[in-house]
């Protein structure tokens, strides 16, 4: 059920409880998760933190927790599919669940009693009606167990049974052409995964509703945004509409500190709109270095070849930037710190997926969660720093895919798997970090390869790489394919992370196809996979099946 009055219907509930939050492993995630814990600790709220990156962490976490708890929410995971049918809740368990992921399922939107959808629905939801999802049992039976009168004649209760059995064909037929038309409403409004406003906005504007929301929770909200944004979740409309909004909260905000005594203090925190360039962790870089590992740049100057780095050298001496600012908001802390809303994300996500051997899942979340707080900035630094080193990594691993033809037409999709990046036994030419061009050593063996195992790293590859191509490519038939990518996940259980990409048109919708397809080709080759993730487009695979998966996804996708 969705709910209509957050306040109300949500918070005021919640309030006076004890509740849990399930928390899922992405940056809109943990931005919407610090707004909710700001306004907890403000109303002295008591509440457990869960983090969870997949259905069986989140399903483990609630078998532990059930008997403690009565209301759970969920922060961008629980919406997309039947929560009940999979975690199995007693029937007193309430679960609020604020997630981007859509389609909302149906069961879910439809269930008054244990769910409550937290969901804008200024979305375009376009959710099927009741009755043309759900018929009651008691009309099927109805008329199935009349009998002929007992003193009828017998030509009479010939006449009658006639009539029934006319009639129960009937039914039968209709319940048949309810049930088919049903499975083609059900399919047309599942077949596209895509995103919704961001669940950080949603909880800033619970804070704004209950006049309790501050500076920091305006940034979380910023930042929340900015990440559907860097992670091509959200098409250019719909993020310069919800730039609108947060830049009407920032104004505010700006007009209600600008005479307070603390907007000239060391510790002052402000909030600015700006048209800025569209280049990653510019100014933490040296501007060479962000040209060279920003996507949007390194696409169009085909930066792997010789050719690229002498038109990005061209480039500099003309310094030609008009088509390379966007819409984005910036953070200064004090007088010295300076941070984009996107060096903020590519922190935070790096922080998140970080391959370093000493940290746990649970360990990276909290480090994650700790750097979006202006206590922490040595944290958030040291996400910088990481974040360099994975979109270095990003552009060497594109490099090596472009110059090396890795990227293969399956007909109704391209594939390109770094099972072969990886095991490349000849050096490849590709682009450094800084300096003329040079030779890049095979990535066997080098933490670059794992650094993609984890889903939003992968997928961020994958539309980078995707991007290029479209740049690169003659083909025009192949602009407009999607992509399919696989990298190692587990070298000892032999397992692979896959991930479908929808095609990169300007005027895409965002919408992906993948996640059922993945589901369908899985189920008709008895495919060992996994659908852990909350994006329905990202699997685990056994190695093994990897041909005849890919094989059945052709034969479903042409």
């Not at 307070?260 to 402000?270: G, I, K, Q, T, Y």
């Not at 670059?448 to 083909?475: E, G, I």
Request: glycine fraction near 4%; charged fraction near 25%; aromatic fraction near 10%.
């Amino acid at each position: 059920m969705f709910v209509s009055d957050f306040r109300k219907e949500f918070y005021e509930v919640v309030q006076s409880q004890r509740v849990l939050l399930f928390v899922a492993s992405d940056v809109d995630a943990l931005c919407a998760c610090k707004i909710l814990q700001a306004l907890f600790q403000c109303d002295h709220v008591p509440y457990t933190l869960v983090p969870v990156s997949g259905w069986q962490e989140l399903e483990t976490a609630f078998l532990e927790h059930k008997e403690q708890f009565h209301y759970f929410i969920l922060i961008n995971c629980g919406a997309n599919v039947d929560l009940l049918d999979i975690l199995q809740p007693d029937e007193d368990t309430i679960f609020f669940v604020c997630d981007t992921h859509r389609p909302v399922n149906v069961v879910n939107v439809y269930n008054d009693t244990q769910i409550k959808l937290l969901i804008k629905q200024d979305d375009d939801l376009e959710v099927p009606a009741y009755d043309d999802l759900f018929r009651d049992e008691e009309e099927d039976e109805e008329h199935s167990g009349n009998e002929s009168d007992e003193g009828s004649e017998p030509s009479e209760k010939r006449t009658r049974l006639e009539e029934e059995i006319v009639e129960r064909t009937m039914k039968r037929r209709q319940r048949r052409e309810w049930e088919a038309r049903r499975r083609d409403i059900l399919f047309d409004y599942e077949q596209y995964e895509y995103h919704g406003t961001s669940s950080a906005m949603l909880m800033f504007d619970l804070a704004w509703m209950m006049s309790k929301d501050l500076s920091d929770m305006l940034w979380w909200a910023i930042v929340g945004l900015t990440d559907q944004w860097v992670q091509d979740k959200i098409t250019q409309m719909k993020y310069v509409t919800d730039v609108g909004v947060l830049q009407r909260h920032v104004s505010r905000h700006s007009h209600r500190h600008q005479d307070e005594e603390h907007a000239l203090s060391v510790d002052c925190m402000r909030i600015s709109f700006e048209y800025d360039l569209r280049l990653a962790l510019y100014q933490h870089w040296s501007l060479h270095d962000s040209l060279c590992n920003t996507c949007y740049t390194a696409a169009r100057f085909k930066l792997w070849s010789l050719h690229g780095q002498k038109r990005l050298q061209e480039f500099l001496a003309d310094v030609g930037m008009k088509d390379m600012r966007i819409q984005t908001f910036s953070i200064h802390f004090g007088f010295k710190h300076k941070f984009l809303a996107s060096d903020v994300v590519f922190a935070t996500m790096a922080l998140m997926e970080s391959p370093e051997k000493d940290g746990s899942g649970t360990d990276n979340f909290i480090q994650a969660l700790d750097s979006l707080s202006r206590s922490n900035l040595d944290k958030l630094y040291h996400g910088l720093e990481l974040a360099k080193q994975q979109l270095r990594a990003t552009q060497q691993t594109i490099a090596s895919c472009l110059c090396t033809n890795l990227i293969i037409s399956q007909g109704p999709f391209l594939y390109c798997s770094l099972m072969e990046v990886s095991s490349l036994q000849a050096p490849v030419p590709t682009m450094p970090a800084s300096g003329p061009l040079t030779i890049c050593p095979p990535l066997q063996g080098t933490p670059d390869v794992m650094l993609f195992s984890k889903p939003a790293s992968l997928s961020l590859l994958s539309r980078h790489l995707l991007k290029s191509f479209v740049c690169w490519t003659k083909n025009r038939r192949c602009k407009l394919l999607p992509l399919v990518m696989a990298a190692p996940l587990s070298v000892e259980q032999g397992t692979v992370t896959m991930v479908g990409i929808p095609p990169e048109t300007d005027s895409s919708d965002k919408k992906n196809f993948f996640g059922r397809a993945f589901e369908k080709a899985a189920e008709s080759t008895n495919s060992r996979t996994m659908h852990n993730h909350f994006d329905l487009s990202v699997i685990e695979l056994k190695a093994e099946d990897r041909s005849k998966f890919l094989d059945a996804l052709v034969s479903l996708l042409s």
